[in-house]
């Protein structure tokens, strides 16, 4: 598979972006009524999509490869005149989260989901088009075409199914989405008036020799394109827009808006990591004290806001906040090493937050009563009287058998058990992927040694603080997550099967068990993720691929290029040494006695 990765690349890094638009073109020409055809493309698709990316991962953490970077330039321009797309272990790592989270919200959707509204499957494929493009451009321009087009798809996914809540949150969602795009264009523009250019590797070169006077337009400019950045990524306070959207999206669709929180979190990681780098000059490090604090209060936000909720897709909202804080200040830092346990952190926590607005829906369906309503406003406990003692025979049904000891219906089972390692993963508890980039974390943040042999932020009161938060939001989140389980799993007295399909419980057991894998073998993914660490964190390899690749030349100009080049000098010689006869022999015209002397004479001397 490597050998085929490396004779298609660079062109196969494009398949993540064209094979999304392909099949959402040819799906708009089928009609509403071909919703199972539609299915099964937009399964196929994203099947195939996962596998390229996949075959893109490998040939990335190649070890003893000459180059695990790819740069595919579209239009055939050099950078920086011409868009670029570039391919490295961090976008690699992104896209596979992307397609794996996109897969499992896709089967899930088979069950119901994708019924409930018109042009379901288009907007899905545009929507992994949008961010499979914002992963692997190399231009902020481009990124901004990426950007809108995921935003377009989401809009159509957020008011999938209508209803008035989902309207609500769908005004309020587009709306903000509106003010950061217009925040993005006003910073990219600040920042292409003072540096020319919009290729983010051109930008990390120009960045050291901007004048000193325009130093302060700047950090403006930065400024306001960080805050569109920083919007999607859900900081306090510009997330209050995260929790009632997602909560009110479809699960399929929500589950696939965890990723979409992320892909603020990457930009944030990329470009920091690229123009703000130790070797930046003026502006190195520009920015990430209040990236530290600024993560570290996210991450105080949502776990208060779990504390606070008693739904499920509200839990799952925040869980989502509580994850973008924690990679934002761990961001802040700087450190190659903290940089490596927070990538190898962000792949489970999205997918454990993923999978849990997926059980969330199957909850919300087995435990609530469309005809009663919702029973989360009622503050009595079903097994307690007023006087707030237990009731008698509440153990008994309505023939005065005991409850205890009856056998748990399958599903239930399954949907309590991957409930409880959703709990374990968002919390940070061991044995598994969250506690495992917890501890990385950790590690790095108390291993004053490692710390200071890096260039970036020393740890300081920052570094406790982060290690004080990072302890008591996984309590905190444990708390809110087991008090929800008691609620949901265990203290309900009219307790039934839940209605489980196995199109939705096969993606929930998916996510969770490539978690487990995440655990299994951390060791090597911990050294993959510890490369892409180190990459972020020397952009020199970064700025020359990218600078220095060349146009593919066109034919008559790659014709000429050969008929100079010294191995085509080099073969006409050849040529003209095969074509030159010996010395001292002539090609004989005619057989005829005439000629005989002459030769004879050439070869003797004498006739």
Not at 95 to 116: Q, T
Not at 544 to 556: D, E, L, R
Request: proline share 5%; glycine share 10%.
């Amino acid at each position: 598979m490597t050998g085929w990765t490396e004779f298609l690349m660079p062109h196969l890094m494009l398949a993540p972006i064209m094979l999304p638009m392909l099949t959402a073109a040819l799906m708009l020409f089928m009609g509403e009524e071909r919703q199972r055809l539609k299915l099964g493309m937009n399964i196929l698709s994203t099947t195939l999509g996962l596998l390229l990316v996949i075959m893109l991962l490998g040939w990335t953490n190649q070890s003893g490869a000459t180059a695990t970077m790819a740069v595919y330039m579209p239009g055939n321009w050099p950078a920086p005149f011409g868009i670029a797309l570039a391919l490295d272990r961090l976008s690699a790592l992104m896209l596979l989260v992307v397609y794996v989270v996109a897969l499992a919200a896709l089967v899930f959707s088979a069950a119901r989901g994708h019924k409930a509204g018109v042009h379901f499957h288009p907007l899905f494929q545009l929507q992994l088009m949008g961010l499979s493009g914002a992963f692997l451009t190399a231009d902020l321009f481009n990124l901004f075409v990426f950007f809108e087009i995921m935003l377009a798809a989401s809009y159509g996914l957020l008011l999938h199914g209508s209803g008035r809540t989902r309207i609500q949150a769908g005004l309020h969602y587009i709306a903000i989405n509106l003010v950061a795009s217009s925040l993005f264009l006003i910073g990219v523009s600040m920042l292409y008036g003072i540096t020319g250019t919009l290729n983010m590797a051109d930008l990390a070169r120009a960045i050291p020799l901007v004048h000193e006077a325009d130093r302060g337009l700047l950090h403006a400019a930065v400024g306001v394109l960080g805050t569109a950045f920083l919007i999607k990524a859900a900081m306090w306070p510009l997330n209050f827009w995260l929790v009632p959207a997602y909560s009110a999206a479809i699960a399929p669709s929500a589950a696939l808006f965890a990723v979409m929180t992320k892909v603020g979190v990457y930009v944030i990681l990329r470009l920091w990591t690229l123009l703000f780098s130790s070797e930046a000059g003026e502006s190195a490090l520009f920015g990430g004290s209040w990236l530290i604090v600024g993560g570290m209060v996210t991450m105080v936000y949502g776990a208060i806001g779990m504390l606070g909720s008693q739904r499920l897709t509200h839990l799952a909202g925040f869980a989502a906040i509580l994850s973008s804080g924690t990679l934002l200040a761990a961001t802040g830092f700087g450190q190659n090493l903290l940089t490596a346990g927070l990538l190898y952190y962000l792949p489970g926590s999205t997918l454990a937050v993923a999978a849990l607005f997926l059980i969330a829906d199957v909850v919300d369906r087995w435990r609530v009563d469309e005809e009663a309503g919702e029973p989360y406003e009622d503050e009595e406990a079903p097994f307690l009287n007023a006087e707030l003692l237990p009731t008698e025979g509440f153990n008994l049904d309505e023939d005065e058998e005991l409850l205890i000891g009856r056998a748990v219906p399958a599903a239930a089972a399954f949907i309590g058990v991957s409930f409880m390692v959703c709990t374990l993963l968002i919390s940070g508890l061991p044995p598994l992927s969250g506690f495992v980039g917890k501890f990385a974390m950790l590690t790095t943040l108390l291993n004053p040694l490692g710390l200071g042999t890096s260039n970036g932020i020393q740890a300081g009161w920052q570094g406790w603080a982060m290690v004080a938060l990072l302890i008591i939001t996984g309590l905190m989140a444990l708390i809110a997550l087991t008090r929800a389980g008691i609620r949901h799993f265990w203290a309900n007295p009219e307790q039934s099967a839940p209605s489980l399909k196995v199109a939705e419980g096969l993606p929930i057991a998916a996510l969770l068990l490539c978690c487990v894998a995440l655990t299994v073998k951390a060791d090597d993914v911990m050294r993959y993720t510890q490369r892409a660490a180190n990459a972020l964190h020397s952009p020199d390899v970064y700025v020359s691929t990218v600078m220095g690749q060349t146009p593919v030349p066109a034919p008559k100009e790659k014709k000429a290029l050969d008929a100079e080049s010294p191995e085509a000098a080099a073969r006409a010689a050849a040529r003209e040494m095969e074509d030159e006869p010996a010395p001292g022999i002539t090609e004989p015209e005619s057989a005829n006695a005439e000629s005989l002397p002459t030769v004879a004479r050439k070869e003797g001397g004498q006739s």
